[in-house]
C-alpha cells in the first residue's frame, strides 16, 4: 500500500494525559499537512510542513499541540494535557513537490476520544 | 477570506436518480482551486477533482461531472444514475493560489447523500 497511513487508528484516553500520533506521507512527496475534523464538520486546516520545515501553523494549533517531521519524512502530532474539546478525528494529507495545483492525499485518520 | 458553503446537510435519493450537490465558494483571489473529495463511512477522504479559477469548462468523468461558474461562484457536483456505494458525505473545498507551494484547503460542512436500494 503505498497512500498515506496513519496510525494509531483510534485513540481513547483520560483528559489531561498526553498523546501523539504518528503520519507516514506517500513517500515521494515532500509536502505534508495535519487538519482536524469534528463530527459533522469539515476538516480544518492546522499545520503544514514543507520537507522538515513546519511552515504554517493555524491559530487552531494551541500551545498544547506540537508537529514535528524530523526527517522530511514521517510526521508526529503530539497534545499534551488533553480537553475533552479535543475529541476529533485527525487527518493527515500529503502533496507532491510542485505548485498549488495538485491535490492533498489523505489518509485514513487517528480518532481522539478524550473522556 | 476563503468560505465555502454546501448548503444542502443531507440528502436522501433511490437507486438510479440523478442527484446534485451544490457548492458556494467565496474568494477575493482571482487565481484559486476547486476540489471536491468523497468520505464513505471508512473515514479516509477521497480526492475526486480539482479545477483551476481559469479553466471554467465542465467536466464529465463516467456518471460524476462538475459545473464550474465563474459568474455565481458555484462549483456543483452531479451523480448521474446513484448507486448505493455512493453513499458518503462529499467536500467541496477551496485553495487560494500560493507561490510558495503552500496549500489551505477550506473546506465546507460536507453533504450527507444517502442512496437507497
Known amino acids: 500500500d503505498t497512500g498515506v497511513s496513519q496510525n494509531p487508528r483510534h485513540k481513547i484516553t483520560k483528559r489531561g494525559q498526553n498523546v501523539t500520533f504518528r503520519c507516514d506521507p506517500i513517500?515521494?512527496?515532500?509536502?505534508l499537512y495535519w487538519y482536524r475534523q469534528t463530527l459533522g464538520q469539515g476538516p480544518e486546516f492546522l499545520t503544514y510542513?514543507?520537507?522538515?520545515?513546519?511552515?504554517?501553523k493555524s491559530r487552531l494549533l494551541s500551545d498544547r499541540f506540537s508537529a514535528e517531521r524530523p526527517k522530511g519524512s514521517f510526521s508526529t502530532l503530539e497534545i499534551q494535557r488533553t480537553e475533552q474539546g479535543d475529541s476529533a478525528m485527525y487527518l493527515c494529507?500529503?502533496?507532491?513537490?510542485?505548485?498549488?495545483?495538485?491535490?492533498?492525499?489523505f489518509g485514513p485518520g487517528t480518532r481522539l476520544t478524550v473522556l | 477570506a476563503q468560505k465555502v458553503t454546501q448548503a444542502q446537510t443531507e440528502i436522501s435519493v433511490v437507486e438510479k436518480e440523478d442527484v446534485t450537490l451544490d457548492c458556494v465558494y467565496e474568494?477575493?483571489?482571482?487565481?484559486?482551486?476547486l476540489f471536491w473529495y468523497k468520505q464513505p463511512p471508512s473515514g479516509e477522504l477521497v480526492f475526486l477533482i480539482r479545477?483551476?479559477?481559469?479553466?471554467?469548462q465542465n467536466e464529465i468523468s463516467g456518471r460524476y461531472s462538475w459545473n464550474f461558474q465563474k459568474s455565481t461562484s458555484s462549483f456543483n457536483f452531479t451523480i448521474t444514475a446513484s448507486q448505493v456505494v455512493d453513499s458518503a458525505v462529499y467536500f467541496c473545498?477551496?485553495?487560494?493560489?500560493?507561490?510558495?507551494?503552500?496549500?489551505?484547503?477550506?473546506f465546507g460542512t460536507g453533504t450527507r447523500l444517502l442512496v437507497s436500494p
Open positions: 513517500s515521494e512527496h515532500n509536502r
Open positions: 474568494t477575493r483571489d482571482t487565481t484559486y482551486y
Open positions: 473545498a477551496l485553495s487560494e493560489a500560493q507561490n510558495t507551494g503552500f496549500q489551505k484547503l477550506v
Open positions: 494529507a500529503s502533496r507532491e513537490t510542485g505548485g498549488s495545483y495538485n491535490e492533498q492525499f
Open positions: 510542513f514543507q520537507n522538515e520545515a513546519q511552515l504554517e
Open positions: 479545477r483551476n479559477s481559469f479553466d471554467e
